[in-house]
């Protein structure tokens, strides 16, 4: 295995580990954060709009 073959594998190596911790981060924090925060606002909305009947 000479150099390029070498660097070529780190740089997969860098690329698949890259992904693989980026899709961990998006499954663990930034979805469920994203839904929560989506199901936060659609109650509190519906709170005002049933204030806003009274």
């Known amino acids: 295995m000479d150099f390029s073959q070498f660097s070529g594998f780190l ?6 580990t890259t992904g693989f911790w980026l899709m961990i981060f998006l499954l663990t924090f930034a979805v469920p954060y994203w839904i929560i925060g989506n199901i936060m606002e659609i109650r509190k909305y519906k709170k005002l709009e049933k204030q806003a009947k009274k």
Do not use: M, P, R
């Not at 740089?11 to 698949?16: C, W």
């Open 11 to 16: 740089a997969f190596l860098t690329v698949l």
